[in-house]
Nanobody, 123 residues
Framework: QVQLVESGGGLVQAGDSLRLSCTTS????????MGWARQAPGKEREFVSV????????YYADSVRGRFTISRDSAKNSVNLQMDNLRPDDTAVYYC????????????????WGQGTQVSVSS
């Protein structure tokens, strides 16, 4: 069993930065790919980014590439999402994701989800 706890959301202005963190528990979590998805009001949950267990493979959604950076800290069993140059359309609840299969995170069929953290960007 893997538990995911997100932190770091908040209210910012367009152009600002935020850093989200997700801490995992469970002895095998370091073997899992981890990532982020988001869900805006009235919209489906969408993929944001994923990083492999080794950290050697990373993917981003087109909408965030060049502005968001994902990283993981194996010693802390955590994954981070640095979000720069935020825009109002980045407003959403951001969910941490984990799964042994990297590709399941990309298509949002991963086994584990966090509770979510709200990110709000004002214009």
């Amino acid at each position: 069993q893997v538990q995911l706890v997100e932190s770091g959301g908040g209210l910012v202005q367009a152009g600002d930065s935020l850093r989200l963190s997700c801490t995992t528990s469970g002895s095998t979590s370091r073997l899992y790919a981890m990532g982020w998805a988001r869900q805006a009001p009235g919209k489906e949950r969408e993929f944001v980014s994923v990083i492999s267990a080794s950290g050697g493979i990373i993917y981003y959604a087109d909408s965030v590439r060049g502005r968001f950076t994902i990283s993981r800290d194996s010693a802390k069993n955590s994954v981070n999402l640095q979000m720069d140059n935020l825009r109002p359309d980045d407003t959403a609840v951001y969910y941490c994701a984990a799964d042994p299969d990297f590709n399941r995170i990309r298509i949002r069929t991963n086994e584990y989800w966090g509770q979510g953290t709200q990110v709000s960007v004002s214009s």
